[in-house]
């Protein structure tokens, strides 16, 4: 890909399915990343805007997209950034920025907890014997 972006953010709703006069299936949607900085007097997270774009899935990565993506989670994606130029009803210019040709689409796993994950370790019974605490004693037999 020639101008190849990798983008992370939130779904800001749904992806929309649709095909094409052909059968050929497409999936739109809006993918919105917050920006901001760290406040060097409160150490706070500041939020200065969201970058919102849009997003053009085809083929299988539509259909899965569509299957699999809801509101809200935090999707991962590669593609193409491409600007688009364009005039509103009204007369006023406008552009937008859409990530096209993509190449891989899905959760992004990293925001999302193991399943099972406990903040700290499960307390351990003063009656639960490590066995593999102490090595075997001479006379002991071997464990296999």
Avoid: C
């Avoid at 101008?3 to 992370?8: K, W």
């Avoid at 925001?111 to 099972?116: A, V």
């Amino acid at each position: 890909m020639a101008n190849s972006i990798t983008l992370n953010g939130r779904l800001t709703a749904d992806p929309e399915l649709r095909f094409t006069s052909n059968g050929k299936p497409v999936a739109t949607f809006t993918v919105a990343d917050d920006y901001g900085h760290r406040d060097r007097n409160t150490k706070e997270w500041v939020k200065d805007g969201t970058t919102f774009l849009s997003v053009e899935v085809w083929d299988h990565l539509a259909e899965e997209s569509a299957e699999k993506l809801s509101k809200g989670q935090a999707v991962v994606v590669v593609g193409e950034v491409r600007q688009r130029h364009y005039e509103t009803k009204a007369g006023e210019k406008r552009s937008v920025f859409e990530v096209k040709n993509v190449s891989a689409v899905g959760p992004l796993l990293r925001r999302y907890p193991p399943k099972g994950f406990q903040s700290s370790p499960p307390p351990q019974s003063q009656d639960m014997a490590d066995p593999w605490g102490e090595a075997p004693g001479p006379s002991s037999e071997p464990p296999f």
